[in-house]
């Protein structure tokens, strides 16, 4: 219990934080709140430690490039500030998880998923990582990103476009997460039963990546992609663009937003995390 009380203090300090240094927004900061809550009243310190990973150096690499990103940032739907949609697609996946967790650890059922259960947890979190470490450091890349699709260059900050250094932050992104994981692991902070802190690095790693693959994939594939005739440009921002003038629809499904596509992104590195800790 005294658990759950330092989980939703740490919960509010988590929000309160995030919402001061503008990370979030209003909606955002509860959410980030409810979640650090959960994780931490849940989970455990070691469950806190890889959220906390995730949370401040994708909000730190966010602030640090959020000059450059003005330039590009009309392609993007929303502002630099995060809203409750967008932490709860980067972050719902890991709060189910300790949320399964601290079934198990209550009641005694499935407690041999424990183990999996944590594996998960971190991979989705990697692939959170992961995506905003390409999405922020991608920018970077000296020549225009790929749309994987049909392999054409495509202007920076479009939805589903790959870069070497974006892909080279993707997997950083997920280390970090996967090494803190290890950490936490090694001080006795995580279930008992976990994979070698080797074999565990590798697959939240592996989750990670191939979770922010997919992300691409999708956003190069369905997600909805709008078009300003006035600016004569691609946007994500539906339906007014930042010029005032109505976007029309140009390509994928009009309701699959970028949240979609990070939840997307986050859920399936969650369940391959939890498929390759449950075989191996
Ligand atoms: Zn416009």
Not at 203 to 228: E, K, M
Not at 242 to 265: E, F, H, M, Q, S
Request: charged fraction near 10%; glycine fraction near 14%.
């Amino acid at each position: 219990m005294t658990q759950f009380w330092l989980g939703l203090l740490a919960g509010i300090g988590i929000a309160y934080v995030a919402y001061r240094s503008q990370a979030l927004n209003q909606s955002g900061g509860l959410a980030a709140g409810l979640l650090g809550t959960v994780v931490f009243g849940l989970g455990g310190v070691g469950w806190a430690a890889v959220l906390l990973t995730f949370f401040i150096s994708s909000s730190f690499l966010s602030k640090l490039f959020k000059q450059r990103k003005a330039q590009v940032g009309q392609n993007f739907a929303k502002g630099s500030r995060r809203d409750a949609g967008q932490v709860a697609a980067n972050g719902a996946f890991s709060g189910l998880m300790a949320l399964f967790y601290f079934f198990t650890a209550q009641t005694g059922f499935g407690q041999g998923w424990q183990p999996v259960l944590w594996v998960g947890f971190a991979a989705s979190l990697a692939a959170a990582n992961a995506d905003t470490w390409a999405t922020e450091l991608g920018v970077l890349n000296p020549r225009r990103p790929i749309l994987l699709k049909d392999l054409r260059r495509v202007p920076q900050g479009t939805s589903g476009a790959v870069s070497l250094v974006g892909s080279l932050a993707a997997l950083a992104g997920a280390g970090l997460v996967a090494g803190m994981a290890v950490l936490s692991n090694l001080a006795g902070w995580t279930p008992a039963g976990t994979p070698s802190p080797g074999r565990q690095f590798l697959v939240i790693v592996a989750g990670g990546v191939l979770g922010s693959f997919i992300d691409s994939f999708l956003g190069a594939t369905i997600q909805a992609v709008y078009y300003c005739p006035n600016c004569q440009k691609e946007t994500e921002r539906y339906p007014i663009h930042i010029c005032g003038t109505k976007t029309k629809l140009k390509r994928g499904l009009p309701w699959l937003n970028n949240d979609w596509v990070n939840t997307a992104c986050t859920f399936s590195a969650g369940i391959i995390g939890l498929l390759l800790a449950g075989l191996f």
